[in-house]
């Protein structure tokens, strides 16, 4: 309930302390989801209406590629495993996607209720790494030799170099039309298997 409260004056803050003006940025950086409704809606605004005033470009990233970047630096990650970057989204139910070693999608992000053999389709090919806020719901019920958990450090750097990345690319969002992606809860009325 504070978000909107926190945000401006953690950005007039990070500026004081690091030395430089808005004016300064050449771009401004954003999860756009998914993720808690009130988080996404205000950091959107935020960085939208920073954007309009200073006449800076949007960047918007999936806050499930963060963490599946962020993935790939913890002890755990080998290359050839799939990442699965796992968001508590109350219940037995997560927000989840599918990424391989560069990154590409291999499932879009999506809700998902888990269960013990929670993507054992994708091995023995490959051995699955899970991490993030959902993660410890799986473990607790995984039964799979291919699934792996990790703990992510911190999301902050992988943010920053792919929100870089896109800014070298010029990958950037519309300031009018940019919404976030709330990955809406999935509901099932079939019985959760075993």
């Known amino acids: 309930m504070e978000h909107a409260a926190f945000v401006q004056p953690a950005v007039a803050n990070l500026c004081q302390q ?14 756009n989801g998914p993720g808690s409704y009130t988080g996404l809606r205000v950091g959107l605004a935020s960085a939208k209406g920073l954007c309009y005033a200073l006449n800076k470009p949007l960047i918007t990233l999936s806050t499930l590629h963060i ?18 970057p796992l968001i508590d989204a109350r219940r037995m139910e997560v927000f989840f996607a599918l990424y391989n070693q560069p990154l590409e999608v ?8 888990l269960h013990s053999s929670f993507l054992n389709e994708y091995a023995p090919a490959n051995e699955i ?6 993660a410890a719901k799986l473990k607790a019920v995984s039964n799979s030799a291919y699934h792996l958990f990790a703990e992510i450090p911190s999301t902050i750097t992988s943010m920053c170099t792919e929100g870089y990345r896109h ?17 809406k809860t999935f509901y099932s009325t079939q019985k959760q298997q075993e």
Do not use: N, R, W
């Not at 599946?68 to 050839?80: C, E, F, Q, V």
């Open 18 to 31: 690091l030395q430089i003006s808005l004016s300064d940025i050449d771009a401004i950086c954003v999860s």
């Open 67 to 84: 963490m599946a970047h962020a993935m790939m630096s913890t002890d755990l990650y080998k290359p050839g495993m799939l990442l699965a």
């Open 106 to 113: 291999q499932l879009e992000p999506q809700t998902a209720i």
């Open 129 to 134: 790494l899970f991490a993030g806020s959902g």
């Open 167 to 183: 800014y070298q690319q010029q990958h950037f969002a519309s300031l009018a039309y940019a919404t976030p992606f709330y990955c």
